[in-house]
């Protein structure tokens, strides 16, 4: 015990350690009273960074940087339990920062936190979110599995709205005319080399204008920033009632960090790393690219939106977003900081999060998504084995229909449930809209013969829930 | 003879151009100069030097583009109405700058005038050699059969094969004497040009378009006054240097652009090959590959198949491989769709007993001729180049299709 301490004199004497961080970590912060606990989501982020540095330089260690051997080395991984763990304390450490430094956000946001002097921190701030949005779109196609092929594409196919140079953009993007060979590397070295890179240049920044600026206090209504006196009074704050950050801040900081490791171990332990999909062979056609949880609602927000808006809304919105990252210090870099008295920043916050969690829910039913997979109706949904209905059943199943509509339990919700189809629609209203389609439903024209459009009709005249069964009218329309 | 004025003249002309004009600027920097002759004479000049050199630029201007450029020359060209609309303005501007010439030549003939007191031999020679480029130029233009199309097909190819040190004059061999004199002159004038007051070309004043039209400048330096700020004092009041003298400052501010400059062209060397190497794309050469026999295709039938890339690369793997859904029209009419939905490129499955491709990430939906029947895909899924050969049914690889704007 005493050699160590001797050495660690020896070791501070010649390096001035304590000197030089030593005021750092005791430097004086605000008390923050109520919202104490409100502080801790950026040190929290960063652990969860810390956290995907390390099993992130483990993992590039195993893994091949090949898109043909991608796979197999991910395969190897996943073989092995501490591959597993590493893996899954990977990915929960990606959802962890994304859920962090959202939170952070907000809570920056809301309190006001980047107003004078504190906007470049905030600008600082919002560069290290669009980094680790990055990351998560790359790390996630970097899980060379069907998916992650599939995301490469995808990614391309969106580059390609920029006006002009959209095409030039989709197939550097890919690295090439198609996605193959050449375009693993390329999302590998954004991943490991180019946006870490970034990340750690802005983070040093972020940091030292943490310690620059101080910590901001908590917000108080009737208390605005004016740039002329506010560091003059907040230096007397800290001079009257500030605290040395080490250690009566820095442990409720040590502490929810190591909750959120905690957290990320157990999950990679209990629940695990996502499963490896197919391999990424690009003629296996049977796919459902999905992205992974943390851009569901943007996936859900592509598939909803009006077709006409698609282009604007797929260049437009991330351009919005940075701007208004950018705009928020720049112009309300002064005055009220209270959200009490800022109340469309809790609109703007509420109406986000509404928005984000509804197509977030939208994007896990998939509801326009069809259900290829579905099998044909049974002989207890269809009530008969033989005769139109039968028949019906078995045209409504071939020529797709059941892949967008429900039919007591089966197949997709794309289009309306017509497990009632017979209670609300005559066969001459189901034959004219079978016919002519609808914007999202396609035409059957010339695809059905008399005999099976009547099978069909029949079919679908037989569906009701009300248990009274009708007489079937069976008519031709429009002939 | 041709050999001589074709290929070996014009080689001559730019090596002397460039030697001799190298030579000059940097032992005779102080003869880089059109020598103004404003003071003598002033009337003539303005409207000779005004015509002549707005004229001249134009011209050679689109002379140029149109030799760097000879791929989308020939687009822009190649329309009738276009053409026309260039010749006229190209005889037009010609005019204006044979007129300009002649004021130029007249401005210096008269007997014991300044103006003829201060013209040397060269710019005799200089001025007649431009004189009649400018002549031959609009002589060309309206009476021999002759026009912007073909300088595109006659001197274009010529003058690319002296670049590319492959010279080959057969395209202007056979062309009329008057216009192989316009191309002998042209060199001429370019040979002419680091002997003479031509020289001033390469000192065109192209800073006027952006600075000030007044710059006011300080007679001494203002910040040489400034006192070092008060905080900077504070914060190392021992240690602080003592005030820089002037000469001292003034080395000081040098070393610290030297500094940059050099920083600089380091971060270049390392920067712009590694960006270059980022940016360069695999440019894959189009292949044909076999898909298999006709008769293996039923007619009426949409089947995937799948083929190599274009040239995949050793490691790419499975990744190498493309599928494209390629259906039987008839006995030897094929089509191949891509597997891309024209939505954000997701794979479409084909659905042989509902005649519908659909893709499962946004639900978008095409028809069997693979137009868009619902769902958010603004066009029909694209369709690759496919041929017979031999009894082989052969797809061209093709890129990725990428919908744009």
Redesign the interface.
């Known amino acids: 015990m005493r050699i160590l301490k001797q050495l660690w004199h020896w070791l501070d004497d010649i390096t001035g350690i304590s000197k030089s961080l030593g005021p750092i970590l005791t430097h004086p912060v605000p008390r923050a009273r109520k919202t104490r606990w409100l502080y801790v989501f950026g040190s929290a982020t960063l652990a969860a960074f810390l956290v995907q540095v390390v099993t992130g330089i483990a993992l590039s260690s195993a893994y091949v940087t090949?898109?043909?051997?991608a796979?197999h080395s991910l395969q190897f991984i996943n073989s092995t339990t501490i591959g597993r763990i590493v893996r899954g304390i990977h990915y929960f450490g990606a959802s962890a920062m994304i859920i962090l430094i959202g939170l952070h956000t907000i809570r920056v946001y809301l309190m006001g936190s980047y107003k004078y002097p504190r906007q470049m921190n905030w600008l600082t701030g919002a560069g290290l979110l669009m980094f680790t949005l990055l990351m998560a779109f790359t790390g996630q196609l970097l899980r060379w599995d069907q998916i992650g092929?599939?995301t490469a594409?995808?990614a391309?196919?969106?580059a390609?709205?920029?006006?002009l140079i959209?095409?030039w953009l989709?197939?550097?993007i890919?690295?090439?005319?198609?996605?193959?060979?050449?375009?693993?590397s390329r999302f590998f070295s954004a991943h490991v080399f180019f946006i870490p890179a970034l990340i750690f240049t802005f983070l040093s920044v972020h940091l030292y204008l943490v310690l620059f600026n101080g910590i901001s206090e908590p917000p108080k209504a009737g208390r605005p920033v004016d740039p002329r006196t506010y560091r003059r009074w907040y230096h007397s704050l800290l001079e009257s009632e500030g605290i040395p950050f080490w250690p009566y801040a820095a442990w409720r900081d040590l502490f929810f960090g190591t909750i959120v490791v905690l957290a990320i171990f157990t999950l990679a332990v209990v629940a695990g790393p996502p499963e490896l999909g197919k391999?990424?062979?690009?003629?296996i056609?049977?796919?459902?690219?999905r992205p992974d949880w943390y851009f569901m609602w943007y996936?859900a927000l592509?598939?909803l939106i009006p077709?006409w808006t698609?282009?604007w809304v797929i260049?437009l919105g991330p351009l919005f977003f940075g701007l208004f990252l950018i705009l928020v210090p720049i112009l309300g870099g002064r005055g009220e900081r209270s959200p009490l008295r800022r109340p469309w920043s809790i609109l703007i916050i509420a109406s986000v999060i509404v928005i984000i969690a509804h197509y977030w829910a939208e994007g896990i039913r998939a509801p326009?998504?069809?259900r290829?997979e579905s099998p044909p109706l049974p002989a207890s949904v269809v009530g008969v084995t033989s005769g139109p209905v039968a028949d019906g059943a078995r045209v409504f199943y071939?020529?797709?229909c059941e892949?967008?509509h429900t039919v007591s339990g089966y197949g997709g919700i794309?289009g309306p449930n017509l497990s009632d189809a017979g209670d609300r629609l005559t066969p001459a209203q189901m034959a004219t809209r079978i016919f002519s389609?609808?914007?999202?439903?396609?035409?059957y024209r010339g695809?059905l013969t008399e005999e099976q459009l009547s099978s069909l009709l029949a079919f679908l005249s037989s569906r009701h829930l009300l248990q009274v069964p009708k007489p079937p009218v069976l008519k031709t329309p429009g002939k | 003879m041709q050999t001589f004025f074709f290929v070996a003249f014009p080689y001559i002309a730019l090596i002397l151009a460039v030697g001799v004009g190298l030579y000059r600027y940097f032992a005779r920097r102080f003869t880089y100069s059109s020598l103004s002759s404003e003071l003598v004479e002033k009337k003539y000049l303005f409207w000779g030097s005004v015509s002549w050199h707005y004229g001249i630029t134009l011209i050679l201007l689109a002379h140029l583009l149109v030799a760097l450029l000879p791929a989308p020359s020939r687009l822009v060209l190649g329309n009738h109405t276009r053409l026309v609309v260039l010749e006229l303005t190209g005889i037009g501007l010609g005019l204006y700058c044979l007129f300009g010439i002649v004021a130029l030549i007249a401005r210096r003939l008269p007997n014991k005038s300044a103006a003829r007191s201060v013209t040397s031999p060269m710019d005799w020679i200089l001025l007649l050699a431009l004189g009649y480029q400018a002549f031959s130029g609009v002589g060309i233009a309206m009476f021999e059969r002759w026009g912007a199309a073909w300088y595109l097909n006659t001197a274009v190819p010529w003058l690319w094969s002296l670049a590319i040190l492959h010279p080959n004059a057969a395209t202007v061999t056979g062309l009329p004497f008057f216009i192989q004199t316009h191309f002998i002159n042209g060199f001429l004038v370019i040979l002419l040009f680091p002997f003479t007051r031509l020289v001033h070309v390469v000192s065109l004043p192209l800073e006027y378009l952006w600075r000030p039209y007044q710059v006011v400048i300080w007679n001494r330096d203002p910040r040489r006054k400034q006192l070092p700020c008060p905080c900077q004092a504070s914060a190392v009041p021992a240690s602080a240097p003592p005030p820089l003298e002037p000469t001292d400052e003034k080395r000081r501010r040098s070393l610290t652009r030297i500094g940059i400059l050099v920083g600089g062209i380091s971060a270049a060397i390392v920067g712009i090959p590694s960006l270059a190497f980022l940016l360069g794309l695999r440019k894959a050469p189009r292949e044909w590959r076999p898909l298999g026999a006709v008769d293996s295709f039923p007619v009426g039938q949409t089947v995937e198949v799948s083929f190599a890339d274009a040239s995949p690369l050793p490691w790419a793997g499975v990744t190498a491989k493309t599928a494209a859904w390629l259906r039987r029209d008839g006995p030897a009419q094929f089509t191949a769709f891509s597997i891309n939905c024209t939505h954000l490129g997701c794979p479409v499955r084909w659905l042989p007993t509902a005649n519908l491709f659909m893709c499962p990430c946004h639900g978008g939906v095409f028809y069997k001729d693979g137009t868009v029947a619902s769902g958010p895909p603004p066009k029909p899924l694209v369709t690759y180049p496919v041929r017979l050969n031999k009894g082989i049914v052969e797809i061209l690889t093709s890129p990725v299709p990428i919908t744009t704007v």
């Open positions: 090949s898109s043909g051997q796979y092929f599939w594409v995808v391309a196919e969106q390609g709205r920029v006006p959209g095409n989709g197939h550097f890919l690295a090439g005319n198609t996605a193959g060979g050449a375009t693993l391999p990424p062979d690009p003629t056609v049977s796919a459902s690219p996936f592509l598939s077709k698609e282009n260049l326009w998504s069809p290829l071939e020529k797709g892949y967008c794309r389609g609808a914007e999202n439903m396609p035409s695809e």
